[in-house]
């Protein structure tokens, strides 16, 4: 059991022996033995609940020193004010779950997009390999591929070494995680101890917080800087990345066209096919063949990111090529349902101009029949993108139906008929089915077994809001029943 003198020695400051039984900076959740983080947020000062907590049973706080004049009343337990506590719980926290990062490979992923399909071909490529192995990200966290929802890509410093606490103790050998910048510049992270690290790319994103693109892309580099450069994996086709390299001179470069250099993995020829990737890779591991049931030039990146973590981590390219056919997608995202003799649904997240024209421009890199695109737009959200999505769809499918997604309190017609708006008199590929599931099922039953159908918006979403209200409903489950498999 940990006392608080050791956290405090951690700190360099002061305390007495108490033994502590929890952690927690939430008052409800506050049990007999915690030690109470009392920090001040943006939203509520948690240092105000200081007095419940510690009837609910806390021996000991330490609290948020602001230098904002703020003096907790008496209570009769050790209460410590810290300055930066914000910063500095994840020292808190790795000190009283015993850096369990320490005991588990940990392998980061980082960059703005392909985190999540990176970080869940990685787990489950070790899966495959018989390494039980956590992962933590935007989609989900636990044991692949027992997975449960979490809050933030990057969780708050202590809900992430408790949890990878948890992995530990459920036997998890190594554990992926994507590691966003907020996380990074946060210091949710500060404390972990990363054994491989991972970029996938830069591109315009959270200027709101990080104000530049400079800044974004540094707040990005400071991860590499927690590990030796042998141990960084680097996409060289970005320019971001390949500037990474020039600091990186022992990282693996890897790329979806040949290059040059020491250590590199790259692509020597990319065939797309209706069902899957077939790549041809060179570079310093070897050459070997290699085919993987995704869909897109941008998965073929995130499968040679994910191939050059296991390099770096100690397997041989023959095994790991092997196994590639049992790479699936990430739930949602490009995710394909087909059987022989159906068309193929491709359930995907795209609710946005550009993530709608890259998942088509992905799907007219392979030998499909007809493309229909089957797209709606969110309510009482960006109202702009309504027409741009509609001409997009209709520009890059043979056929498209608009239908709802989640309209929320915004009339779903009209909705609609903004979207039809930016395609009328210009195309006549489309048509209107209002009702989700009847327009994915008409658009099954009109396609041939070569064709596919791309159901944009909603991808591992279950539910559908109507009102205020959140219905059950998933486009998988849609494709799933339509098609005939169980996955």
Excluded at 173 to 197: K, P, Q, W, Y
Excluded at 388 to 411: G, L, W
């Amino acid at each position: 059991m940990i006392s608080l003198k050791e956290i405090a020695k951690a700190l360099d400051i002061q305390a007495p022996d108490v033994k502590l039984s929890a952690l927690c900076s939430d008052n409800r959740q506050v049990s007999e033995g915690s030690l109470f983080i009392a920090l001040k947020g943006l939203n509520f000062d948690a240092r105000t609940t200081i007095a419940q907590a510690v009837e609910k049973g806390a021996v000991a706080v330490i609290y948020e020193d602001a230098e904002d004049g703020f003096v907790p009343q008496p209570v009769n337990v050790p209460c410590i004010g810290v300055k930066d506590l914000s910063r500095r719980q994840a020292k808190i926290a790795s000190v009283f779950y015993g850096c369990p990062s320490a005991d588990l490979e940990l392998i980061g992923v980082t960059g703005t997009n392909g985190k999540s399909t990176t970080t869940h071909l990685v787990a489950a490529w070790l899966t495959e390999m018989g390494c039980r192995t956590g992962l933590l990200g935007t989609l989900g966290t636990g044991i692949y591929p027992t997975l449960q929802p979490c809050a933030n890509t990057t969780l708050a410093a202590m809900e992430l070494e408790k949890t990878l606490y948890g992995m530990k103790n459920s036997g998890a050998s190594a554990a992926v995680m994507e590691v966003s910048s907020h996380g990074i510049a946060l210091g949710r992270t500060s404390e972990l101890r990363f054994d491989i690290c991972a970029f996938t790319n830069l591109s315009r994103d959270h200027l709101d917080f990080h104000k530049t693109m400079e800044n974004y892309a540094a707040t990005k580099f400071e991860l590499f800087k927690s590990v030796p450069s042998e141990k960084c994996v680097i996409n060289a086709h970005d320019s971001v990345g390949s500037e990474f390299l020039t600091r990186l001179p022992g990282a693996l470069a890897y790329s979806i066209k040949p290059i040059a250099g020491e250590r590199v993995l790259y692509a020597d020829s990319i065939e797309y096919l209706p069902h899957g990737i077939h790549i041809s890779v060179g570079g310093s591991f070897g050459s070997a063949e290699l085919h993987a049931p995704l869909i897109g030039s941008f998965n073929a990146e995130n499968i040679l990111c994910a191939l050059g973590i296991l390099l770096v981590k100690g397997y041989s390219l023959p095994e790991l090529a092997a196994s590639a056919h049992a790479l699936k997608a990430v739930s949602g995202r490009m995710e394909c349902f087909k059987k022989v003799g159906s068309p193929m649904i491709i359930v995907d997240y795209a609710h946005t101009p550009d993530g709608l024209e890259k998942a088509l421009g992905a799907i007219r890199e392979h030998k499909f029949g007809k493309i229909t695109c089957i797209c709606g737009c969110g309510g009482d959200r960006d109202t702009g993108k309504r027409p741009e999505m509609a001409e997009i769809a209709c520009k890059n499918s043979d056929h498209v139906i608009f239908t709802n997604d989640n309209p929320r309190t915004e009339d779903p017609d009209r909705i609609i008929d903004m979207m039809v708006a930016g395609v009328k008199d210009r195309y006549d590929n489309y048509r209107v089915i209002k009702e989700r599931e009847s327009a994915i099922t008409e658009a099954f039953l009109g396609s041939g077994d070569k064709d596919v159908l791309l159901v944009a918006g909603k991808g591992h979403e279950d539910y559908q809001i109507i009102g205020k209200t959140k219905y059950h409903y998933s486009d998988r489950e849609v494709a799933m029943k339509l098609v005939g498999v169980d996955r």
